[in-house]
Nanobody
Framework: QVQLVESGGGSVQAGGSLRLSCVSS????????MGWYRQAPGKEREFVSG????????YYAESVKERFTISRDNAKNSVYLQMNSLKPEDTAVYYC???????????????WGQGTQVTVSS
């Protein structure tokens, strides 16, 4: 069974940090590009960050550059999102996603986690 399970969300004050984790199962993790999306209430889902199969290429949305860091550990079938200097506008449900392919993917992810809530208070 193909599955992604996120963890690490929570509530934090502005300026704080959180580290999201996503563990995969049911597919060959190293064959997949991984990404993090987020969706705030009343807004469209936003592609936040992506990473290719060997961590050689990464992407960050302009809104999170210099604050968020994506990483992966293929031996642990896991991808992470370190979020620093959090702002209230970072409040959203964060989703881990996978797409087959070894390059850096910007869209059309087809395996999704259930999401984890991140709430940043001012």
């Amino acid at each position: 069974q193909v599955q992604l399970v996120e963890s690490g969300g929570g509530s934090v004050q502005a300026g704080g940090s959180l580290r999201l984790s996503c563990v995969s199962s049911g597919f060959t993790f190293s064959n997949y590009a991984m990404g993090w999306y987020r969706q705030a209430p009343g807004k469209e889902r936003e592609f936040v960050s992506g990473i290719n199969w060997n961590s050689g290429k990464t992407y960050y949305a302009e809104s999170v550059k210099e604050r968020f860091t994506i990483s992966r550990d293929n031996a642990k079938n896991s991808v992470y999102l370190q979020m620093n200097s959090l702002k209230p506008e970072d409040t959203a449900v964060y989703y881990c996603a996978a797409r087959y392919g070894m390059g850096l993917m910007y869209s059309d992810y087809d395996v999704w986690g259930q999401g984890t809530q991140v709430t940043v208070s001012s």
